[in-house]
């Protein structure tokens, strides 16, 4: 396993709203590889989960863009926004691929995605073009035979036990979430008063 300074993640997700556990499992992969760029790259429409009461796309990039403004290297990818049908992780991947030809790339999964990647589209395919970063998610591996791979690679992360979903629970529900979301991310939802409903 070789690391660069074009070493490049993927942390693909809603960030419905983004909050301090995803922050955190960036900075410790991108520090445990070596990695220089991490990508965040919010999805449209995720081939799996229906979610019709997701929040506008420019409002999860206007909190990522808050979030992310004291990390230099961390930076947003609009690709899948723009997408128009589902995302699915191959094509984001394929983008990347062209786009930084000479780079190596590492695309962050929980371990409860690995679970579900014979389920993906063209997982194989996605093994041939990056490294699969396995983090923590407190949930258990039944899909272990994708540890064996040589490009998935298992990083004893953190157990962050915090959920955009449960965020939004709190809020709904009006019970303290503060300390769950960046100060300017907890701003934000204030003023545009989201998921209130």
Avoid at 10 to 37: C, Q, Y
Avoid at 76 to 89: A, F, G, M, P
């Amino acid at each position: 396993m070789i690391h660069s300074e074009k070493a490049i993640g993927l942390f693909g997700g809603t960030f419905d709203p983004v909050h301090i556990g995803h922050l955190i499992v960036a900075e410790w992969l991108s520090e445990v590889l070596k990695i220089k760029t991490t990508y965040f790259i919010p999805a449209k429409i995720h081939p799996f989960v229906s979610k019709s009461n997701i929040s506008s796309s420019d409002n999860r990039i206007e909190m990522l863009s808050l979030a992310l403004k004291e990390y230099p290297d961390f930076k947003i990818s609009d690709v899948e926004i723009k997408r128009q049908e589902v995302s699915y992780t191959i094509d984001t991947i394929k983008f990347f691929k062209d786009e930084f030809p000479d780079s190596e790339l590492y695309f962050y999964m929980g371990m409860d995605n690995l679970n579900t990647l014979e389920q993906w589209k063209d997982p194989n395919e996605i093994l041939k073009m990056c490294y699969v970063v396995v983090y923590n998610r407190g949930i258990e591996l039944k899909a272990k035979d994708w540890l064996e791979h040589p490009k998935v690679i298992h990083v004893d992360s953190p157990l962050i036990e915090i959920s955009s979903s449960h965020i939004r629970h709190r809020i709904k529900k009006g019970m303290a979430y503060r300390s769950l979301v960046p100060n300017q991310v907890f701003e934000y939802i204030n003023q545009k008063r989201l998921y209130l409903y």
